[in-house]
Nanobody, 124 residues
Framework: QVQLVESGGGLVQPGGSLRLSCSAS????????IGWFRRAPGKEREFVSC????????SYADSVKGRFTLSRDKAKNTVYLQMNALKPEDTAVYYC?????????????????WGQGTQVTVSS
């Protein structure tokens, strides 16, 4: 069974850090382009970050550039999103997604598999 599962969300104070994990079962994440997206209350889903399986190229939304870092752990079949210097506006449900073509991208269209999401709340 093909499945993506996010974890690592929670409540954190402004300026704090969280590391989100995206784990896969039924397929090898290293061959897939991976994207992270988020949906804040009352807003549309937006792109956060992505990584290509072809060359390892990563891309970030301007709003998170310099604060978030995406990385892979091949041995654990997991992709991480390290989030530092969190702000209240980062509050959202975060989703990871996998693209069989290995590219990823900043729109949701290329992605074949999605996780169920993990809640991140940044508040004092």
């Amino acid at each position: 069974q093909v499945q993506l599962v996010e974890s690592g969300g929670g409540l954190v104070q402004p300026g704090g850090s969280l590391r989100l994990s995206c784990s896969a079962s039924g397929f090898t994440l290293d061959y897939y382009g991976i994207g992270w997206f988020r949906r804040a209350p009352g807003k549309e889903r937006e792109f956060v970050s992505c990584i290509s399986s072809r060359d390892g190229y990563t891309s970030y939304a301007d709003s998170v550039k310099g604060r978030f870092t995406l990385s892979r752990d091949k041995a654990k079949n997991t992709v991480y999103l390290q989030m530092n210097a969190l702000k209240p506006e980062d509050t959202a449900v975060y989703y990871c997604a996998a693209d069989r073509m290995g590219i990823g991208g900043m729109t949701s269209a290329p992605y074949d598999y999605w996780g169920q999401g993990t809640q991140v709340t940044v508040s004092s």
